[in-house]
């Protein structure tokens, strides 16, 4: 049992914000600590690696928005920014009662920064989240582009900046690597 939940952010441009939580989880877990990882934007469709490893792990619980997002595509679709605006607010009454509840002792919220930096929920969704929670509750959130009041209700923020990418000369998400 975590003595005080706190909140951390991985934010920034570069690679590794996920994989940092993703860590963190296992770490938690490792520890006797019961973790929750929400995947948005990440429909359940996607056939990751660490879907895979993690559904060998009772102590962690993977779950993610059941709609269909493409990043390049559905920012621009009116009906998919409905359908994603509607299945997040959703997953925050989900998440507001396992925090107060203490159904896990860790929550990840993966990608939930991109979610408010697109407009697709407020970040009230989200405060109402972490005052309600257990105060023995960790809540980590991953995505670009934290902004300044998201930024100000974290006790740790770690951005993550791009150097140098292989994208940046063609190459492709690999699988094992990046997915």
Not at 20 to 25: E, F, N, P, R
Not at 106 to 135: M, Q, W
Request: net charge positive; with cysteine.
């Amino acid at each position: 049992m975590l003595e005080k939940g706190l909140v951390q952010i991985y934010t920034g441009d570069g690679k590794g914000k996920t994989t940092a939580a993703l860590g963190l989880a296992l770490r938690a877990a490792g520890q006797g600590n019961k973790v929750l990882i929400y995947q948005f934007l990440k429909p359940p469709c996607l056939n990751t690696g660490e879907r895979a490893a993690l559904s060998l792990l009772p102590a962690i619980r993977i779950e993610s928005l059941d709609i269909q997002w493409d990043m390049a595509k559905s920012p621009k679709d009116p009906k998919a920014i409905s359908s994603a605006k509607a299945a997040i607010k959703k997953s925050f009454e989900r998440l507001a009662r396992a925090g107060a509840n203490r159904e896990f002792d860790i929550l990840i919220l993966d990608e939930i920064v991109y979610c408010f930096t697109k407009g697709l929920t407020s970040i009230e969704e989200l405060k109402k989240v972490i005052a309600g929670r257990d105060p023995h509750v960790e809540i980590i959130l991953t995505g670009r582009g934290a902004t300044s009041e998201l930024i100000d209700l974290a006790d740790l923020v770690t951005e993550m900046k791009n150097i140098k990418h292989p994208f940046d000369k063609g190459t492709t998400a690999r699988e094992g690597i990046e997915f």
